[in-house]
């Protein structure tokens, strides 16, 4: 496999995980049993989306309006993302270097 097919599969690789944000909506039921029901959490495309109406599809058999908690966050963040991808590209690049030194030099 020659360097630079190797090189331009890294960087796909790389492209593909730049749309990983996932934002999880996630539904609660505040009940006054001794045992409240686990929580559904659910992925959305935008937190605009995680309202009282789509908890309520999805907890429709246990929970009514009046006792539901909701929440919606993301998984991965900026930072995360930064941090994760530059030691990939950090180790990329040093790979790239040692095979250029071995066969090139």
């Known amino acids: 496999m020659k360097p ?12 593909s ?9 996630k539904c609660e039921c505040l009940s006054q049993d001794s045992a409240p029901p686990p929580p559904q959490i659910f992925s959305l495309p935008s937190c605009d989306l995680c309202t009282k109406q ?3 599809k999805a907890t429709a058999d ?3 309006d009046v006792n539901l908690r909701l929440s919606c ?5 900026l930072k995360d993302m930064f ?3 530059s030691f990939v590209l950090v180790v990329a690049g ?3 270097a040692s095979v250029y030194r071995q066969y090139w030099r």
């Not at 630079?4 to 492209?15: F, I």
């Not at 995980?17 to 909506?25: E, I, Y």
């Not at 966050?73 to 963040?77: I, P």
Request: with cysteine.
């Open 4 to 15: 630079q097919s190797l090189m331009l599969s890294v960087l796909g690789a790389l492209a």
């Open 17 to 25: 995980g730049v749309t990983a944000f996932q934002k999880l909506c």
């Open 54 to 56: 789509a908890c309520l």
């Open 62 to 64: 246990f929970c009514t």
């Open 73 to 77: 966050y993301q998984v991965e963040s």
């Open 83 to 85: 941090i994760i991808y």
């Open 94 to 96: 040093l790979l790239g």
